[in-house]
Each structure stands twice: as C-alpha cells, then as structure tokens.
C-alpha cells in the first residue's frame, strides 16, 4: 500500500509539473480559439519530423529515417518558442508499409499493434511541449505512402485505398489506433494524451483527398467519445472549406493549405484565404494548416491578412531542426523547381537564395504581433555541447537555439585558450564534419572548447573535450569552390542543383570521361577517401600518386555503395546512386594525388591523409 501511495504521488508530482505552464485545454468559442479567457493565435511553423524523421541523409547512411532525440525536440521546440510560436504543426503517426526493411522504425505495426520506442519520442515530445507552453496540431494518418497511411491501412485487411473510408474492418483497424493514441499514458509524465494540455487539436489526418464528410464525422465523434477535452480538425485536402465540416457538431476546427507558384503575389494567398474566412465567420475556426513557397514579400503581407483578419491561426511549411551528430537535418522541397527547403533558424548564409533569415525575422516578428506582444530582444544563445573527437579532421558540436555561428577553441594544457577559427557556421554543409583543424601539429595533443555567437552576445565556452592525439594531416574538400585543389581540368561546379537527389549536399563537382583533379598534401600521402554519385551506369575512377606531378602511379581502391532501390511502398525522388572509393598509397613521398572521371560523376567530398 505505501509502495502504491508514493508511486501515485510521484505520478502525480510528474503530471503537476509537466502542465505546471499550461493551465487550460484550447477551446472554441464560436469562430474564435481561446485559452480560458483569452483568445488562442498563432502564427508558426509546421515541424513535420519532430517526431519522426525523414531526412537523416549522412553519406553513409542507407536509411533516411531515424527516430528524434531530446536534444533534437528541445533544438525544434526551443526554435519555436524564440520565433515568438505558441503552437505548431506535426506530421502524422507513421504506418508500416509491406515488404519495409524491418530497421525502420514506424508507429503502426498492424491493427492495434504499436511501437513502444516510436511512441516513448512521442512522450518526450509531449513532455518538451508543455514545458515551453506550445500547443501542437497533431494529424493522426497519412494520404501518401511516403510515411506509410491510408494505403497501409488498406494494406493490412487485402483492401484498397479507395476501401479505406467505407470498408468496416479498415475503419475499425484505424480506430485502433485512434484509440491507443488517445488513450496512452506518457513515460515521462503520467498524464494520458487525451488529458494533455500540449495538444491543441487533433487532425483526422493530412491532405486527405478522398475523405467524405460523413466519415469525417464519424472519425471526430469517435475521438469525442474517448476524449472530452480536445478539438478535432478535418484533415480534408482543399482550398476551399466544405460547408458540411463547418456545420458538423462533431468537427471543431477547418483547415486549407495554400502552395500558388512561387511567383505568386500575395493576393493569391489572400483572395481565397478571405472567402474562407467569410464561410467560416460566426460559425467555426479556421486554421491554414500549411503554406508557403512564395517570396518573403508575398508572406509579409500575407501574414498581416492573418492578423488583420482575425484568422485563428497558420502555419508555414516547414521548420527542421538540428541534429544530434552536428549540424541541421534538411530537406528540399521539389515544388517550384527546388527552389525552396527547410527553414533553420535564426536563417544562414545556406538559405540566402530562398530569402531565408529575412522570412524568419518576418515569420518572428508576426508571430508576437499576432498575440499582441512586442517582439523581443533576441537571446544570448547558450553553450554548445562539443562531441567526442577521435581526429581533429572530424570535430562537431551540437549547436545552440538561435546561434549564427560559432568560435573554436584550442589549448595544450586547458589553461590558455587559442581561438583558432571564427565564426563558423552549423549550416554550411549538409551532413558533415563541422570543422577540420588545419593547423594542429602531428605528434602534438590538444584540448578543443566552442563558443556559440548571435547578435546578442557569445554563449559561456561548451564542455572540454580532449586530449586528442593528432596523427594526420587532412584535406577535406566539400567542393564549395577550387580553393582545395591544385590543378584541374573541364569540371563544373555544381550548386543548389537538385540537391535532394544527392542526399541533401548542395556542393559538388561534375565531370565526364577524361576529366580529373589533383590535390596537394602537407606530408606523404597515407590513404583517401572519395564520396561520389552517379545518376546513371557507375564508373569506377582512376585514382593516382605522384612525387613530382610528372610520373603517376596507379593506386588499387575499394569501393562500397550506398544506394538502395526503392520498393514498390516508396516515395522515389529519382535518387543518384552514391558511392564510396578509399584506399591507401603505397608510394613513398607522394604528395600529389589525381583523381581521373571515366565517364559521367560528381564528386561530393573528398578526403586525404597524410604524415
């Protein structure tokens, strides 16, 4: 008995302190959110993987999914918050989907079978929200296979995906999931979804093309009957909000996402965006769940509509996050040409063709204005967390909320500090190293510390890593420009082309037959490391060492490939295929090493060692 007493005051300790900032569920008051008293408006972002990850795209990785850390969700909620948002938008629960690599981790695993690992980053996520007082959108299925939904649904009892809203048994199977959802007890705080004050509504899913109003109904009366205490939205797709959602008892919130051509002037936003609210008006909330795609202008005055209007909320597509390796996850968003991808914020140099730090100060600046505050100063960023190094060519660090860049720090006896880099930035490169210490001397042993930076001031220095034995000297060449290479010829520079293809890097160089590079090292050359992709038939390259660049030796390589065939179930970007070449030198002294195209490739990376 006193063993269950402290337990349940424990519980219930845990449940006090996670809502300890959020003192009401969202409510509706005729067209109008409110919080208590007040009235609920937002204006943020869509955080599509704070839950669940598309997009982990290291050159060697095979699989692109990957389940979201602490530091990850606080990095994302954290950036939220700075931005001035009080709510954001998710993506929905992914659903296994037939003949998967088993690896990757999904939500659904059939009918009423769950992921207890999935739904554990769910609880954090939970968990982290109510801690920064940001409410969540949180849409329950998929109409695409990308994560898995409603075609995996089907694919569960044999059906098809035109089954899925008037099929019994793939109705029933789906309110197995509603059910568990609204129902679980989060791990970290004791408090079950449907009691928890972090959820703003929940959405009968995203984009939903085919859905009728009566299955709508059906699926937020269902919701309603299990919990007493959240919104529901209807997660059909349109422009146009459909009459019989706005009157429906059951159906609390509308939605309509809105992606014109990326030339598109503000008007095109507004006009339809106004007759919605009109239908809406004195009747039923009106949310834009997703939109964007258009330049920084185009959003301002947008946004101001929004305010002026009195629409409830909005949020633009999409925010990603740091990763927990170093640097930021990204993606880009093949609509418009890739022209656009993933915000990060406070914005870098990398989005400067997509207008991206000045639409985050915009996108900052409406949100506080939305609720009526003035906008802050921006924050101090604090500290970095420097990761363990095992080669000072390979340094990283998990960055800080609202840091530009950072200064490097070095010592031999952790008492005086070199900085020894500035203003080094996270966001440069895709899915790399962070920083190459050029200048380290082999033999020596040194101590690294990292200073986060804003406009508001320099973080307190990261946790001291080190000693760390310096044993080479290493080029690595992103291919951002020829600053690295010492002779060439008939190669390109290939920039922002496609970069999704490439597994997310925007820097490399393209070559056909008979083209090469040749790079330079301080001492005799030890081994290499070659990252490259093809998108056709691959050609292995010719890959040499020289002592004075007038006799070549041909070296043996190795290769591995990362690439994988996409299934029948899978989203297929059209995938270059990327291939891994590495091998040693074998002659003595050489300082040169060429590396030959034997037919069409690009380079991504390059890296050599050497003593």
């Known amino acids: 008995?006193?063993?269950?007493?402290?337990?349940?005051?424990?519980?219930?300790?845990?449940?006090?302190?996670?809502?300890?900032?959020?003192?009401?569920?969202?409510?509706?008051?005729?067209?109008?959110?409110?919080?208590?008293?007040?009235?609920?408006?937002?204006?943020?972002?869509?955080?599509?993987?704070?839950?669940?990850?598309?997009?982990?795209?290291?050159?060697?990785?095979?699989?692109?999914?990957?389940?979201p850390d602490e530091f990850e969700i606080r990095d994302a909620l954290g950036s939220i918050k700075q931005m001035g948002g009080n709510a954001a938008r998710i993506f929905t629960f992914s659903v296994v989907k037939k003949g998967e690599d088993p690896s990757v981790p999904k939500h659904v695993l059939g009918p009423g079978e769950f992921n207890e690992e999935a739904f554990k980053v769910f609880d954090k996520v939970l968990q982290i929200a109510n801690e920064m007082?940001?409410?969540?959108?949180?849409?329950?299925?998929?109409?695409?296979?990308?994560?898995?939904?409603?075609?995996?649904?089907?694919?569960?009892?044999?059906?098809?995906?035109?089954?899925?809203?008037?099929?019994?048994?793939?109705?029933a199977d789906f309110k197995k999931t509603i059910k568990y959802i609204l129902n679980r007890t989060n791990t970290y705080t004791g408090i079950?979804?449907?009691?928890?004050k972090a959820v703003l509504c929940w959405e009968t899913g995203n984009e939903l093309r085919k859905v009728t109003p009566a299955?709508?109904?059906?699926?937020?009366?269902?919701?309603?009957?299990?919990?007493?205490?959240?919104?529901?939205m209807d997660g059909f797709h349109t422009t146009k909000v459909r009459p019989e959602s706005i009157n429906d008892p059951y159906v609390d919130i509308v939605t309509t996402h809105y992606y014109p051509s990326p030339a598109s002037p503000a008007y095109h936003l507004i006009d339809s965006t106004k007759e919605n609210r009109k239908l809406c008006k004195g009747k039923c909330p009106y949310v834009?769940?997703?939109?964007?795609?258009?330049?920084?202008?185009?959003?301002?005055?947008?946004?101001?509509?929004?305010?002026?209007?009195?629409?409830n909320g909005a949020c633009i597509w999409s925010l990603?996050?740091?990763?927990?390796?170093?640097?930021?996850?990204?993606?880009?968003?093949?609509?418009?040409?890739?022209?656009?991808?993933?915000?990060?914020?406070?914005?870098?140099?990398?989005?400067?063709?997509?207008?991206e730090k000045n639409l985050l100060n915009v996108m900052r600046k409406k949100a506080f204005q939305i609720r009526g505050l003035k906008t802050p100063p921006v924050e101090k960023p604090a500290p970095p967390v420097l990761l363990p190094i095992t080669d000072v060519a390979a340094i990283n660090f998990q960055g800080s909320v609202g840091a530009t860049c950072y200064d490097i720090q070095r010592s031999e006896n952790k008492l005086f500090?070199?900085?020894?880099?500035?203003?080094?930035?996270?966001?440069?490169?895709?899915?790399?190293?962070?920083?190459?210490?050029?200048?380290?001397?082999?033999?020596?042993?040194?101590?690294?510390?990292?200073?986060?930076?804003?406009?508001?001031?320099?973080?307190?220095?990261?946790?001291?890593?080190?000693?760390?034995?310096?044993?080479?000297?290493?080029?690595?060449?992103?291919?951002?420009?020829?600053?690295?290479?010492?002779?060439?010829?008939?190669?390109?520079?290939?920039k922002l082309d496609r970069p999704r293809i490439f597994k997310e890097d925007s820097h490399r160089v393209k070559a056909n037959k008979g083209s090469f590079v040749v790079y330079k090292t301080k001492g005799t050359i030890e081994d290499f490391e070659i990252y490259s992709f093809f998108e056709g038939d691959i050609s292995d390259f010719k890959v040499y060492a020289s002592v004075d660049r007038k006799n070549y030796t041909a070296l043996s390589t190795n290769k591995t490939s990362y690439y994988v065939t996409p299934g029948p179930n899978d989203y297929d970007y059209g995938y270059a295929k990327p291939v891994l070449y590495y091998g040693n030198n074998n002659v003595a002294n050489a300082r040169y090493l060429k590396i030959e195209f034997t037919n069409n490739a690009q380079l991504s990376r390059v890296e050599i060692k050497s003593k």
């Not at 079950?192 to 928890?196: I, L």
């Not at 299955?215 to 529901?232: A, E, F, G, P, Q």
């Not at 996850?329 to 990060?344: L, M």
């Open 288 to 311: 834009i769940g997703e939109f964007g795609f258009v330049n920084t202008a185009a959003i301002e005055e947008f946004l101001d509509f929004i305010i002026d209007d009195g629409i």
């Open 133 to 171: 007082n940001i409410r969540l959108i949180i849409p329950f299925t998929d109409d695409y296979i990308w994560w898995g939904g409603i075609p995996n649904y089907a694919e569960f009892s044999g059906k098809t995906v035109e089954d899925f809203y008037t099929d019994p048994q793939i109705i």
């Open 320 to 355: 990603r996050y740091r990763s927990r390796d170093g640097g930021f996850y990204w993606h880009t968003e093949p609509f418009g040409g890739n022209r656009f991808r993933s915000y990060h914020w406070p914005g870098f140099d990398s989005g400067c063709y997509y207008d």
């Open 192 to 196: 079950k979804y449907k009691d928890d």
């Open 417 to 494: 500090w070199e900085t020894i880099a500035q203003n080094i930035s996270d966001a440069r490169y895709q899915y790399r190293d962070l920083f190459n210490d050029e200048t380290a001397k082999i033999g020596n042993k040194y101590y690294y510390r990292v200073i986060a930076k804003n406009s508001a001031g320099k973080s307190t220095p990261s946790n001291v890593v080190g000693p760390v034995n310096v044993q080479y000297y290493t080029i690595t060449d992103e291919m951002a420009d020829h600053s690295m290479i010492y002779a060439y010829d008939k190669i390109s520079f290939e």
């Open 215 to 232: 299955w709508t109904s059906m699926i937020c009366k269902y919701i309603k009957s299990i919990d007493k205490n959240h919104l529901t």
């Open 1 to 67: 008995m006193k063993k269950t007493l402290i337990a349940f005051l424990l519980i219930s300790a845990l449940a006090i302190s996670a809502n300890a900032q959020l003192k009401n569920f969202i409510t509706k008051d005729t067209d109008k959110l409110m919080d208590g008293n007040e009235e609920f408006r937002f204006i943020s972002f869509n955080i599509p993987c704070l839950h669940y990850n598309e997009d982990n795209f290291p050159f060697k990785e095979k699989s692109p999914w990957r389940l």
